[in-house]
């Protein structure tokens, strides 16, 4: 008899890390992550660290050999490393899910619109700048307002100019000189709400999903997550159906979320995350399976269940200014059974840092945190 994977590894070691390894360390398993960061939220609840650069190849291979399977929490992982990843899985056998390959797409911004492209998933016009000239030729054939923005290595609005006029771009792109550039203009969408889907598939191509859920934003930064999302059944079926398409293309084995513009009755697709999303949340109060422990069953081979049922539910993330332990808020929250405080163990409290989140389950999920 072959027993699954005892010991999972994780790329990266921060909240996501932590909250995976919670539901492993739950259930029996042993967690080791892996980033440069030293007494990470992830370790604070068994994790073993091995602190080391992602680039430190040598330390990458000595932590494989550590460990019977590997996810990711942070798919900012070097190309080269990737690789390596890649490499080490076919040699040995070693399950790395989501693909390396998957994680490529999702981690630059170009390939991944590409790809969605290809696959038939609409998307906002979009145009790569990889010099001056390509720069100026976006600037004259796009329209305005729109995004410039790092092809990569860019998250929580991080990396983005808003243009609203052809002129504002054309000035900018007079201040470049000739150096190589990584960047993808788009084009503005004029949107009524931010939906999300989170997806989990399996090693055999088994799919479930979560109902969507509606995001609303402040400062680029994800604010609250309602759930079930406020949409037409059209928008749902789409968003849904936009998913499925999205896994299945890709291959992609593991959870993933995506993040939709709704305008009125159809969706553009925005972006991908090659693992649990800020958005899904919700589903470790909400659900009968929380996105984490789906992780969980599609790294170790272990059932999925057939379908999913949520309940009314809202998030909120606490950043660094929302952090208040002890305020008459807080207090509030903590004395009603209808909301759970989900911290990350992070040790400095910073303006728009992700330092936790509050679920709320129960009626009027909408108005929890007004």
């Known amino acids: 008899m072959?027993?699954?994977?005892?010991?999972?590894g994780v790329m990266g070691s921060g909240q996501l890390g932590r909250m995976f390894a919670q539901e492993a360390i739950r259930m029996g398993y042993k967690v080791g992550v892996y980033s440069p960061e030293r007494n990470s939220p992830a370790s604070?609840?068994?994790a073993d660290e091995t602190i080391a650069a992602y680039e430190d190849e040598d330390m990458l291979r000595r932590f494989l050999t550590s460990v019977e399977a590997v996810t990711f929490e942070f798919e900012n992982i070097p190309g080269p490393e990737l690789t390596i990843l890649e490499s080490y899985s076919k040699a040995t056998g070693c399950p790395v899910f989501p693909s390396p390959e998957c994680v490529r797409i999702s981690q630059h911004r170009v390939r991944e619109k590409n790809a969605f492209q290809q696959l038939g998933l609409p998307t906002v016009p979009f145009y790569p700048i990889t010099n001056k000239t390509e720069a100026i030729k976006a600037g004259e054939i796009a329209k305005f307002?729109?995004?410039?923005?790092?092809?990569s290595?860019?998250?929580d609005g991080?990396?983005?100019?808003?243009?609203r006029t052809r002129e504002e771009l054309r000035v900018w792109a007079g201040t470049i000189g000739q150096q190589p550039l990584d960047l993808i203009l788009e084009e503005w969408a004029d949107f009524q709400k931010e939906g999300s889907v989170i997806l989990a598939r399996s090693q055999e191509g088994k799919i479930v999903c979560f109902p969507p859920s509606e995001n609303i934003h402040k400062n680029h930064i994800l604010d609250t997550t309602i759930h079930p999302g406020r949409f037409t059944s059209k928008v749902n079926k789409a968003m849904l159906e936009a998913a499925t398409v999205l896994a299945e293309g890709i291959n992609y084995v593991g959870v993933f979320g995506l993040e939709f513009f709704i305008l009125?009755?159809?969706?553009?697709l925005n972006e991908f995350a090659p693992r649990p999303h800020n958005s899904g949340?919700?589903?470790?109060?909400?659900?009968?399976i929380s996105q984490f422990e789906l992780q969980l069953r599609i790294l170790t081979g272990t059932p999925l269940p057939k379908s999913i049922v949520t309940r009314p539910s809202s998030m909120k993330n606490i950043l660094g200014n929302d952090y208040q332990p002890g305020s008459d808020l807080w207090k509030k929250y903590l004395s009603d059974s209808r909301y759970s405080l989900h911290l990350y163990g992070k040790s400095e409290a910073r303006e728009g840092r992700k330092m936790g989140h509050w679920n709320y389950v129960g009626e009027n999920p909408e108005s929890a945190f007004s």
Not at 264 to 268: A, G, T, W
Not at 281 to 288: L, M, P
């Open 2 to 8: 072959i027993l699954p994977p005892s010991k999972l």
């Open 44 to 46: 604070q609840v068994g």
């Open 145 to 151: 307002p729109a995004v410039l923005k790092t092809a």
């Open 153 to 155: 290595f860019g998250y």
């Open 158 to 163: 991080k990396g983005q100019t808003k243009f």
């Open 264 to 268: 009125e009755d159809s969706i553009l």
């Open 281 to 288: 949340h919700f589903s470790q109060n909400a659900a009968e």
